[in-house]
């Protein structure tokens, strides 16, 4: 990505024609993850309100996600009608680690909570993004302290990729109020508090006044709370 083009993008404030300049100007591989969260929907309805096809969009099914997620999953690819490629873990390591450790090791310690991730999460998200060399997430500044010191276009190091984060400036309500006016499908656990959703066992609904992140591993320290998908 060249630099011009990375001003550019950090100077558009409208989404939809931040994705188009990208789907334009880009020609290697880009890819969007979306975990089916509000913010993702968002960008998934702006690619597909615009017919961007050349931004694959995949989702990360951990085997432990909520229905609710497979229902939103399904309402989305039906109203876009947009492919949404899936990646899984693989069977012989979430064997060993429920063979060895057990169904629910994760809450026993970090350590396994963390390889739990991994297997789940980190290692089929690298294979998503081989060969990828812009990644677009749905990651807010307001999410969280380390989130607020994003850039809106980030050079990630490890994966040798650029990251684009749209909605990096976006509030919550600016969130909420782009799915109401467009009818943006959305998964209705959030309407039970739940704000930041992962894997079933691993979220609850956040009380008033919690932290955007207090749902998510709620038993670990809050400085331990990321699954190694983004370290920011």
Known sequence: MNLDLINRLNEITDLQESLLVLSQNFNEKIVFSTSFGIEDQVITQALAFNNIQNIEIFTLDTGRLFPEAYTVWDKTKLQYNTKIKAYYPENEAIEN???????????????????????????????????????????????????????????????????????????????????????????????????????????????????FRAGRWWWEDQSKKECGLHQS
Do not use: M
């Not at 993004?129 to 809106?152: H, M, P, Y």
């Open 97 to 211: 680690y429920v063979n060895n450790n057990g169904i629910n090791a994760f809450y026993n310690s970090t350590e396994l909570r963390k390889e739990c991730c991994f297997i789940r999460k980190v290692a089929p998200l690298n294979r998503a993004l081989q060969g990828s060399k812009v990644w677009i997430t749905g990651l807010r500044a307001e999410q969280s302290d380390n989130r607020n010191q994003l850039n809106k276009i980030e050079w990630d190091e490890q994966r040798q990729l650029f990251k684009f984060n749209p909605l990096l400036h976006w509030t919550t309500q600016d969130v909420v109020d782009y799915l109401q006016k467009n009818g943006v499908p959305y998964n209705t656990l959030h309407d039970q508090n739940y704000v930041s959703i992962g894997c079933a066992p691993c979220t609850r609904a956040i009380k008033p006044n919690e932290d």
